[in-house]
């Protein structure tokens, strides 16, 4: 029942990710290579994370007045991720990266958001530097790139401000040339930063002695004025501290000041701030002064062209967003193995029998108990198929990086249509599925002498962060589907269908084949129906209820495909896991498709209850 | 959208509460009166209790080796409740009580669940001395139950044991007869307990000065031996101190302790408590020995007769599933309205159109959004309903207590099927309203600056206490809809048909009186199918997915009938507030009832898949 068989299985049993090493990128590696690095996470994950999970939330990070101050252990763990350099796993050998596959890479990583989500890895900081690594300049990788892998600052994403949330074409940071020889900054186009940005994880911490914040913000036209939309938007990095050339610290402080540290319902390992830029607190006076003459403003360097922020960004939201998937599937396993072990120890009940319960009899272990099992299965069947979707995404990268033209382009088109349901599924299933977990522990679940309340807490933000529901449904319906020509649904289709046409000739399995068939045309049925008026304020007023059926579904499909690799399998797996897996299949062809029918009748419909409630009403 | 006027509009638009009048027993009341009682609760919710919520939250009970610490501002909100007379609303006014009917009882208590659940007022105080009232000697009821209603001592009901949490059958707590003059004491055959008693809400405290605990013991048989099983069981009255027959303090402490207090994900103005009975730490010299002649042992008095302490206990239980049910709902409610009103406050985003977005337009308050529409209608939808339904019970409690023999048992009857409902169905749905609550809130919503992550957290607590879902879910499909061959379901069914043939005659609630028979279809077809086989190990595998689809079945027909009173009302309500209703039935027809069929499939099915799951295979 731990993490690490049910990884293997499907990284190698299912994904057969060691035949990547085929390919030239990952020559170097094998099985033994990519085993080490399991190990080495699998063990700083617990030693180092798992046995503080409860210490970081009990004393969540506090500012002195000069310093954020978090518990030595952070650090010891920081210190520790660090040191197996999974911050440049992706990376190039001459980067002083592995060249790790991202299926591993991700795989590996797993084990440290099952110990202690919010003592945080290095998912923002190595999603940073890899986004420098594609858009940046020669310097730009060179001096923070190069710094963020290994692991000296550290690297956040600063997007939202206090009047644009899920809004990123409202931002109102300015970004202006700073003087005559802005151009000519060796670490980029130089500008001065000012504006308010909010919900910046880890935005200030001493774990590292620098913090490179990727900063999105406007450039003001000939005006004066800002451009209205996300065409205005231009990406800067904009170091905590200055740095020169050579990638050292000048000495003198950037204009970055903590405003604000949230104050949160779980995650709290993990700092998240409100910044100001360029608000005056450090003003820089070593390089010279912006277009007030007052050299005020926070220093920023431009990445990539200017109006092209937002896309740069969504190098990095993308794979945030498969890592958010991630993250709430680890919390969802945390909860099931808590709730597993304590429902195989703790007694209480009899068996129900048709002669009635005997009170003589001694009680059960609650994991006798039907319901108990319904509700354990459940969370199985939820986190292992989240796991499995979200490894299957990560091979889709892979395959992006390093397949052929054909492939890669496949493999794009898919994961533009999978990453908003590798996001929101498991944020709202492996939170449901913590919820289950407490109601195992029954009361003892409630309180904090049991870690699954945690847990729950610590889920319920990822339903939130890096596009709410709500956003990550319209991207689906309204722009992932339809893109080019809904060639992405197509392939996805094909996919599927492949899968059940293998299923069909498997006795055990037909059955489920024929119901993933049904819910697949449906919910190709549903797309049709939703767009047929062509007028979006029809189709999408019901895109969350189309994603929850959208991600079923895949779900159903991930399974069967999971199902098939047990059954032809080879003898690899114990008949107990080969089992459990066949039943979660199962079970979540018998308990959970059969809801994306009742979640498509309004998307079909184009239901407009909700849409034309008259506000007064409420 | 406040509070009020939904419950004046289910009180008086739709279940005439001011008919209640026409009896005997409310001949003294009027409209008048029951809104004086409204206007007090609602005032003093609002004055003592909303304020604090998140103060109890913050600081929660502390043991300072002596007392139990909470708040001052817990004393006030309690002295305030106390003041008001409402925990003897219900009784006598020889009892000093007011003779109110439960339904406006109940509607009146619901503010301080929307104010400040956590604070507590005073269901387990009414509870317990409502208890002592039908059961208890004259006496017991001079002594006790009066200090209770009084304001002066509080209640709390001791039923789990650190080892029989569910399982009631397996409490060891033992009560052997204290002396020769045991029987003749006269406040009740006089007992000495031993034993531990754990999760037991408002344990200790300071608030008043004596606690009254009902406590369920086993006496042993003459072998020594406790009787297994529920028949063993007997129910005690133990004070935390020593009184006298006129019900004044003797000054002597009985022998019930602190062991600790539980550590709450939420909750947190309610102390939570493990007791020790009789370990010795406050021997009673004043009263002769116990059986083992070395006095030890907790003082406790006989209520009812000896074996029957489950059947008495049960009159408290059945209340407290109903509260229970009101504040989680009542929590739901208060999630619902901060997060209208940060919709109604928040600008986020522009209107999704065909000629797409234009940003150079100002944004949107997130309200306009069809999203945020549904997020607010659902949750509308959830607390509403569960509103309704649950004053719909407390109108039932009053027809059994005064309606004519043949109402009172139709009412007894539905009670005992719909009880289980009343508790469960708000335990679930309106802690999902509370997490749309967070959503629309986004970021926001994850801070404790907001009030609405404490909602969701003190709402998890009511799909475990007074009896789990399982639990609920084995009485409902285990019991309920059996009992007296059936009649309890035969009786809803007929009120439900009865209102849906109502609705034929209307032509938009038509198609909704139509789903609405399919689904009870459905639900009895199940009910027969999962009892098919006779054995209860097939029925009951399932009983937590009937119990939803029962629950949805339900809360469909309530909607159904709150929308006629709605069309067939007068001018009273406003026309928004009768669009709100409408769209809300609209709401829960079109996208909640769909789900019933999803969920009674395993059911029909008496689905084997988790029970018969394998313990190794998870």
Chains 1, 2 share one sequence.
Not at 478 to 492: A, C, D, F, Q, S
Not at 578 to 596: C, D, M, N, Q, W
């Amino acid at each position: 029942m731990s993490l690490r068989p049910t990884l293997d299985f499907l990284l190698y049993q299912w994904l057969k990710a060691d035949s990547l090493n085929e390919r030239d990128r990952f020559a170097d590696h094998s099985r033994e290579t990519f085993d080490a690095v399991m190990d080495t996470c699998e063990r700083i994950a617990r030693e180092k994370y798992a046995p503080f999970n409860r210490m970081i939330d009990a004393e969540e990070p506090k500012f002195d007045g000069e310093k954020v101050i978090l518990p030595a252990c952070t650090q010891d763990a920081h210190d520790a991720y660090v040191a197996s350099g999974m911050l440049g796993a992706a990376q190039d050998f001459e980067m002083g990266g592995m060249q790790l596959p991202f299926t591993v890479e991700s795989a590996a990583n797993a084990f440290f958001g099952c110990a202690s989500i919010g003592m945080g890895a290095g998912m923002l900081t190595t999603g940073n530097a890899s986004l420098l690594m594609v858009h940046g300049t020669s310097m730009q990788k060179e001096v923070f790139a190069k710094n963020e892998f290994s692991g000296a600052w550290s690297g956040t994403m600063c997007l939202s401000e206090p009047q644009a949330g899920s809004s990123l074409s409202d931002v109102v940071t300015r970004a202006v040339p700073d003087g005559d020889d802005s151009a000519t900054d060796p670490l980029g186009p130089r500008y001065r930063i000012k504006g308010n940005k909010m919900w910046i994880s880890a935005g200030e911490h001493e774990l590292t002695e620098n913090i490179i914040h990727l900063v999105l913000a406007k450039i003001p036209g000939p005006d004066g004025k800002l451009i209205p939309g996300t065409k205005g938007i231009s990406l800067f990095v904009v170091p905590k501290k200055m740095v020169n050339d050579k990638g050292q610290l000048t000495g003198e402080r950037n204009d970055v000041a903590l405003a604000g540290l949230n104050h949160k319902l779980g995650w709290r390992g993990t700092t998240n701030t409100m910044l100001n830029f360029g608000e005056g607190k450090y003003p820089v006076t070593s390089v010279s002064g912006g277009l007030d003459g007052q050299g005020a403003g926070a220093v920023g360097y431009l990445v990539g062209q200017p109006g092209k922020g937002l896309q740069c960004m969504f190098h990095m939201m993308n794979g945030a967003r498969i890592a958010v998937g991630i993250g709430a599937t680890m919390l969802g396993m945390a909860g099931y193995y808590a709730s597993l072990d304590y429902a195989k120890g703790r007694p209480q009940g009899r068996p129900i029998s048709a002669g009635g319960k005997d009170p003589a009899q001694p009680q059960v272990r609650i994991i006798e108990h039907a319901d108990v099992k319904r509700m354990l299965l459940a969370q199985k069947s939820y986190c292992e198929g989240a796991l499995a979707l979200a490894l299957y995404c990560a091979r889709l990268v892979d395959e992006q990086h390093t397949g052929t033209a054909d492939a890669a382009d496949e493999a794009r088109l898919l994961l533009e249509v999978l990453t908003p349901i590798a996001k929101s599924w498991p944020s709202e299933w492996c939170l449901e599925a913590n919820s289950l977990a407490i109601q195992v522990h029954g009361g003892y679940g409630y309180t904090r002498d049991f870690p699954v309340e945690q847990y729950w807490r610590d889920n319920r933000l990822n339903m939130i962060h890096e596009g709410t529901h709500g956003i990550q449904a319209l991207d689906l319906l309204g722009r992932k589907v339809l893109m080019e020509n809904g060639k992405g649904l197509i392939l996805l289709a094909a996919r599927i269908t492949a899968t059940m046409k293998r299923a069909q000739l498997v006795p055990t399995l037909a059955p489920h084949a024929e119901a993933l068939a049904q819910a697949l045309k449906r919910v190709i049925h549903a797309t049709q129906a939703a767009w047929s008026t062509g007028e979006p304020n029809d189709a999408l007023a019901n895109a969350v209820p189309y994603m929850q059926a959208f991600g079923h579904t895949v779900l159903a499909w991930i399974w069967l495909d999971v199902a098939l690799a047990v059954l032809e399998g080879d003898a690899m797996q114990s008949v107990a896991s080969s089992e459990g897996k066949i039943r979660a299949t199962t079970y979540f062809y018998h308990y959970e498709l059969p809801k994306v029918e009742a979640w498509l009748k309004v998307v079909e419909n184009r239901d407009p209850t909700c849409a034309a409630m008259p506000e007064e009403a409420f």
